[in-house]
């Protein structure tokens, strides 16, 4: 299985870049302050860890640009496809894959923490609000790294999880 990263970079007032990387390729992305962008991936993640849901999609946008990410779970493992696309309303199918993966729920959701944990490090709440013009996500993040790591003791203690 491979792993991935996400870096989140917040690179004007209201814009973000964003890096998706495994082994085998890297994309860039934006986002900007119209989407959810943030709190999306940060539920997606989490809806693959714990939810055992089959399918989840999403879009970050920006002015001239939408990336639409798809998540399904097959057998364990989730595959991610991103797609660049004309509008944020526009159809999957007129999008073109700029990166696709197969992770584990554990990879997926370790890579988002990081991510988030990351920026918010290198931003307090007060400079992220300037940035993004919203503020930071963190009962979000939190919530993930919770359930994150109460998987990870039932996996060392051979306790039970289901997904």
């Known amino acids: 299985m491979l792993s991935m990263s996400i870096t989140w970079d917040l690179v004007a007032r209201g814009l973000a870049r964003i890096e998706v990387s495994d082994e085998h390729a890297t994309t860039v992305l934006a986002a900007a302050t119209t989407s959810y962008a943030p709190e999306d991936l940060l539920d997606a993640?989490?809806?693959?860890?714990?939810?055992?849901?089959?399918?989840?999609?999403?879009?970050?946008?920006?002015?001239?640009?939408?990336?639409?990410?798809?998540?399904?779970?097959?057998?364990?493992?989730?595959?991610?496809?991103?797609?660049?696309?004309?509008?944020?309303?526009?159809?999957?199918?007129?999008?073109?894959?700029?990166?696709?993966?197969?992770?584990?729920?554990?990879?997926?959701?370790?890579?988002?923490?990081?991510?988030?944990?990351?920026?918010?490090?290198?931003?307090?709440?007060?400079?992220?609000?300037?940035?993004?013009?919203?503020?930071?996500?963190?009962?979000h993040l939190k919530r993930l790294e919770s359930v994150f790591a109460n998987r990870q003791k039932a996996k060392k203690s051979g306790g039970w999880w289901c997904f």
Do not use: N
Request: hydrophobic share 40%; charged share 25%.
């Open 45 to 139: 993640a989490y809806d693959m860890l714990c939810c055992g849901e089959d399918e989840c999609r999403f879009v970050f946008e920006t002015s001239t640009t939408a990336y639409a990410w798809l998540f399904a779970r097959t057998r364990g493992e989730v595959a991610i496809r991103i797609l660049r696309l004309p509008s944020w309303d526009a159809s999957d199918e007129v999008g073109v894959e700029v990166w696709a993966s197969s992770q584990t729920a554990d990879a997926l959701a370790d890579a988002t923490i990081t991510c988030f944990q990351k920026l918010a490090a290198r931003y307090d709440e007060p400079e992220y609000f300037e940035r993004w013009h919203e503020p930071f996500p963190g009962e």
